[in-house]
């Protein structure tokens, strides 16, 4: 499976597919799986976890920053066939369970079929099996406190992109993972850098500038999105970024 897997701070892993990225946040023989990737990209994360000598039922618990196909993939598959529980910010539970589902409608998308990225991005995510995401039949939730789970990541909830989206920072590993609050890369951005997705993709494009500013008050040495390569430098000089981009 194709998958590149990089520590990107000491025992958090960045693993990236062509069109997304996840994060395992490995301590001693256990690790916590922030985010899954697409339906069809449950082979490269189960690569990814061999990659750094682990298995499916090493992981003490998948952690979502949002409940969209891409990152809620194989949420459902490590709940119902590993035994995973699966949290999320208790504002994401209709989104995760598909009670109410914040996400681009396809008519958006079809609007802008006509540019070649935008049709290229959707023959792939069609092929990734976006559409066909299993949504999670039960769910836990997180508050703002330190998790108990490899790597003791701390909740920041980042509304915005959806409205239960949550950052997670590892303030003893220097690193803070902010899921799709901001990018890197994608398939539809024109440039690299750190950047707020296309807003057609965002729940309220003023909550995910509000909490770009809140990102940029956390202190880390390496900024790990879900879309493109980790940024090595403070959250503040990558929220200075992507501000700037979206004017």
Known sequence: MNVDVHEVAPGVWQARAKHVAWVLIVDGGEVTLVDTGYPGDRGRVIASLEKVGRAPADVSAVILTHAHPDHLGSAEYFRAEVGTPV?????????????????????????????????????????????????LAAVDTFTTEPLDLPGHPVPVPTPGHTSGHAAFHLPDRGALLVGDALMTEHALARTPGPQLLPSFFNHDDDEALASLELLSELEAEVVVPGHGPAFHGSPRAAVAAAAASAR
């Open 87 to 135: 949290l999320v910010h208790e504002k994401e539970v209709p989104n995760a369970t598909g009670a109410h589902i914040e996400q681009v409608s396809v008519a958006t998308l079809l609007a802008r079929v006509w540019r070649p990225d935008v049709a290229v991005w959707m023959r792939d995510i069609v092929a990734l099996k976006a559409a066909r995401v299993d949504r």
